[in-house]
């Protein structure tokens, strides 16, 4: 298993870009996932294999990964977007979920 | 649709057991492997456990708060993972959720959790 490193918190402004960052050594090896959390409700997927947006999610949230780190990017923040952010790892036979990240827009 | 369903939550006594049911809903389980996660009340997401798929053996590990007390185990042939609680304590009380590949995903499906609580 390896350990995926999140911040506890970022914030922003509506309308502001908001990156969430996840550090791990495998992650030059292994893809990455985001999930979002809103308050009471299960995580939805935002972004999965490092970069691809499923259907149905905004296209204001990407995803990249360089080396040791994966980012989502959130262009363009809205209220709605406030929410728990976890980077996930798909393929690890631990733990798979990074500490998580709160987003708070305002 | 592709979906994880989970099954077996209620109200408890400390010390006592509960079996949670992860069925995957109309497809077999792809992947890596199936995980199991919870959230008590206000508190972010905390892995407890995983079984792999049988190509690695169906091997399972599990977070240090549950190790000795929970164990993890998956039925193929029903499409449907289970997680065998004892010896439950009220810090066990949360929301548990099932993680892992159905069909032909990419990714891992989450279920809509299933709420435990232990009191007395």
């Known amino acids: 298993s390896y350990e995926l490193t999140q911040p506890p918190s970022v914030s922003v402004s509506p309308g502001q870009t908001a990156r969430i960052t996840c550090s791990g050594n495998a992650l030059p090896k292994k893809y990455a996932y985001w999930y979002q959390q809103k308050s009471g409700q299960a995580p939805v997927l935002v972004i999965y294999e490092d970069i691809k947006r499923p259907s149905g999610i905004p296209e204001r949230f990407s995803g990249s990964s360089s080396g040791t780190m994966a980012t989502l990017t959130i262009s363009g923040a809205r209220v709605e977007d406030e929410a728990d952010y976890y980077c996930y790892s798909r393929e690890s036979s631990g733990n798979p979920l990074g500490g998580g990240t709160k987003l708070t827009v305002l | 649709e592709v979906q994880l369903v989970e099954s077996g939550g209620g109200l408890v006594q400390p010390g006592e057991s509960l079996k949670l049911s992860c069925a995957a809903s109309?497809?077999?389980?792809?992947?890596?492997?199936v995980h199991w996660v919870r959230q008590a009340s206000g508190k972010g997401l905390e892995w407890v456990g995983r079984?792999?798929?049988?190509?690695?053996?169906?091997?399972?590990t599990y977070a240090a708060s549950v190790k000795g007390r929970f164990t993890i185990f998956r039925d193929d042939s029903r499409n449907t993972a289970y997680l065998q609680m004892n010896s439950l304590k009220t810090e066990d009380t949360a929301v548990y959720y099932c993680?892992?590949?159905?069909?032909?995903?990419?990714?891992?499906?989450w279920g809509q959790g299933t709420l435990v609580t232990v009191s007395s």
């Open positions: 109309g497809f077999s389980f792809s992947g890596p492997g």
């Open positions: 993680v892992g590949g159905v069909g032909t995903t990419t990714s891992d499906q």
């Open positions: 079984i792999g798929s049988k190509a690695n053996s169906y091997a399972t």
